[in-house]
Structure formats: structure tokens, C-alpha cells
């Protein structure tokens, strides 16, 4: 009876050493993530200053860009429609409509704040990708890490791309479309800065993500939560999905100004359907050599 006590807790104290170590273990993970986002914070942070220090470019020449007819857009419309008389002169963009004010006390200062945090995020984000890149590779196996080892480079080009198409595409014909609807000649467009200033960043930032999808896609297929066969059965929701977008975004109802937007869509949805057709066949070709085995 005695024998079977201090087994039982021989056990015991076993069991509870081993479950102390898992929580220090999980613990000693959730610092070595803290550090990785301090960097990361830091870094941000950085570039902020920086864009502090150009505050008065980066306002009138990026954030106000699209509201002034010389945009570069604009100007490359207007050439568009000069070798293309038939595109419509609809399509040459002059005069942008609707006036911006400020309505609050701090407005203006609110304004350089985001807009130099925005900066510091949008330049540091690959950096931020490296550094959750650092803390997720330990725990990768070395097959794993051949096949993620171009996640960072891969994620960072396709957000800068996505960004370079929200701000030089996207959002101009957006600015454009959003200051010259109107319902009545009785009212007036005039804007609030926070409101110019959200539609910019979340039409520039959103296409940056936007453009991510066939990394997420990439994560999702390793995980087994998306197949090429769904996606391609969904084929159909995402075209007339991608088409509202376009048809939302463009200043015309141009068939061709539309599929300026929608093409880069359509191409990133098929690039995703790839990027999960190669995981799957991957897999079942691992599978086949372990069952061979």
C-alpha cells in the first residue's frame, strides 16, 4: 500500500514538472514574440520621425496628390484619350470637384499625426514580416523552410504593389468618382480632412491587402482550410464580386476604365487558385511517398 502511494506520487510530482515546464515554455515563447514586436514597434516608430521630418511633402505631394487635376493619373488619362479618341473625353480628367475643411480645433494636427503613422506603418511592414518570419521559423521543419523561405520577399512585393495600384489607380478614379456624385444641385461637396483622409488610406491600404491574397491563400491551402476545387467552384461569386468593385471605383461607366480595376483582381484570384493547386499536389505527393514507404 505504501509502495503504491509514492508511485503514485512519484507521478504526481512528474506530471507537475511537466506541465511547469510547458508553461514556462509557452511563456519563454510569448517573451521571445514580445521582443520581435518591440523591434518591429521600434522600426515603425523610426520611420514615423522620418516622415515627420517630410510632413510638408508627403501632405501636399501623396496624401493631397489625387485631389489635383495634375495628378500623374489623370495626366496619363488625358494621354489615353488623345491616341484613343473613342475611349470618350469623359475619360480626361480636368477639374476635381468638392472642397476640403478642417471642422475640428486638433484637426490639423491629427491629420500630420496619422498621416506620419500611416507612413511609418506602410514603409516598416516588410520589416514587421521579417520579424514574425524570425519567430516562426524555429519552429518550422526544414521542408517547411524551404518552402516559406521567400515569405517575406514574396508578401512585400505584392503589398508595395498593391499599394503603388490603390494610390495610382484605385483611389484617384475613386476621388474623382466620390467628389463629383451628386443628388441634388442643391448640395454642395465640401469634406472633412478626416474623411478625405480615411477614404485615401483605407482605399491605398486596402488594396495592399487586397493583394496579399495569394500568401493567405498559400497559408490557408497549408493548413487544409482552402482547395483549388472551392475556389474554382467560387469562381462565379468572386467575378461578380470583383465586377462591383471595379463598377463602384471607376469615374465612367467605360467598360474599359472598368476593367482597368478589374484586371489585376481577376489575375491575383487565379494566381491564388495556382498558389493552392501547387500546395495540394505537394502534399499528395508526400503522401504518396510516406504511404510508398
Not at 496628390?65 to 469623359?90: A, N
Not at 478614379?173 to 444641385?185: K, P, Q
Request: charged share 20%; glycine share 6%; proline share 4%.
Amino acid at each position: 500500500m505504501s509502495d503504491n502511494k509514492k508511485t503514485s506520487l512519484t507521478k504526481a510530482i512528474g506530471q507537475k514538472s511537466t506541465t511547469l515546464e510547458a508553461e514556462m515554455s509557452f511563456f519563454d515563447h510569448l517573451d521571445v514574440l514580445r521582443k520581435h514586436l518591440i523591434r518591429a514597434v521600434i522600426a515603425i516608430a523610426v520611420f514615423t520621425g522620418i516622415a515627420f521630418y517630410f510632413n510638408e511633402e508627403i501632405l501636399d505631394k501623396i496624401i493631397f496628390g489625387p485631389k489635383k487635376p495634375d495628378f500623374w493619373t489623370y495626366r496619363m488619362m488625358c494621354k489615353l484619350v488623345e491616341h484613343f479618341p473613342s475611349l470618350g473625353k469623359d475619360m480626361c480628367i480636368t477639374k476635381i470637384n468638392g472642397e476640403i475643411i478642417n471642422t475640428e480645433m486638433a484637426g490639423q494636427f491629427n491629420l500630420q499625426l496619422n498621416v506620419c503613422v500611416m507612413c511609418g506603418i506602410v514603409v516598416g511592414f516588410p520589416y514587421l514580416l521579417w520579424e514574425i518570419w524570425r519567430f516562426v521559423k524555429p519552429a518550422l521543419h526544414d521542408n517547411e523552410r524551404k518552402s516559406a523561405s521567400g515569405f517575406v520577399f514574396f508578401a512585400s512585393l505584392l503589398f508595395v504593389i498593391g499599394i503603388f495600384f490603390g494610390y495610382f489607380v484605385v483611389c484617384p478614379l475613386s476621388v474623382n468618382f466620390l467628389t463629383g456624385y451628386t443628388v441634388s444641385s442643391e448640395i454642395k461637396n465640401t469634406f472633412t480632412v478626416d474623411s478625405y483622409l480615411s477614404s485615401v488610406a483605407t482605399l491605398t491600404l486596402g488594396t495592399g491587402i487586397i493583394f496579399e491574397l495569394p500568401v493567405i491563400i498559400f497559408i490557408l491551402s497549408k493548413l487544409g482550410l482552402m482547395t483549388p476545387k472551392l475556389m474554382r467552384a467560387s469562381r462565379r461569386y468572386a467575378t461578380v464580386i470583383i465586377l462591383i468593385i471595379a463598377a463602384i471605383v471607376t469615374p465612367t461607366p467605360d467598360i474599359m476604365t472598368m476593367l482597368i480595376v478589374a484586371t489585376p483582381l481577376f489575375l491575383l484570384y487565379e494566381a491564388s487558385i495556382f498558389v493552392s493547386a501547387y500546395i495540394e499536389r505537394k502534399k499528395k505527393k508526400a503522401e504518396a511517398a510516406f504511404y510508398a514507404n
